[in-house]
């Protein structure tokens, strides 16, 4: 596991240490309240990232490893509950929800829920078929949404 040996420190399972300013980290650490920022150090191939998530590290992901991880996508808890609609009404039903629905389930209005998709979309979440309905696909692997209950 890796570990963080100093304020703005982290150590990798293969011994080498990144190092960052202390801002930098504490900045980070605020945002992963809200979602989860990764942050790399520019070493050599790409450099070792630190993946933070509720206000800590979480991992870090070993450009020795190749980078079998890849650093979690950006999205807010509102944005992760939506993908994770989506995709669960898409395993149950075989089809996508159309809007309707997902505006029943959030219970919230027909331009919130467009707003939303349109976000989703532009931030490479989502991928749709322009003017044909249930046509959203969630481009986020299934195991970095949470389960909606
Ligand atoms: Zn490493």
């Known amino acids: 596991m890796p570990k963080e040996i100093g304020p703005s420190s982290y150590e990798c399972d293969c011994?080498?240490?990144?190092?960052f300013s202390e801002a930098t980290i504490l900045a980070l650490k605020q945002r992963s309240l809200m979602k989860r920022p990764w942050l790399s150090d520019g070493g050599e191939a790409g450099g070792h990232i630190v993946v933070f998530e509720g206000g800590k590290m979480m991992t870090m992901l070993c450009p020795k490893e190749?980078?079998?991880?890849?650093?979690?996508p950006c999205f807010t808890r509102l944005q992760g509950r939506?993908?994770?609609f989506i995709h669960q009404y898409t395993t149950?039903?075989?089809?996508?929800?159309?809007?309707?629905?997902?505006?029943?389930f959030f219970q919230v209005s027909p331009p919130t829920v467009h707003q939303m998709i349109l976000t989703l979309e532009r931030k490479g979440?989502?991928?749709r078929t322009p003017g044909k309905a249930r046509s959203i696909k969630v481009l986020v692997a299934a195991e970095q949404l949470e389960r909606l209950t």
Do not use: F, T, W
């Open 15 to 19: 011994g080498y240490v990144a190092q």
């Open 125 to 127: 979440l989502i991928k």
């Open 82 to 84: 939506y993908l994770a």
């Open 92 to 104: 149950l039903h075989r089809v996508p929800p159309a809007e309707h629905e997902m505006q029943r």
């Open 66 to 72: 190749r980078y079998n991880e890849k650093p979690a």
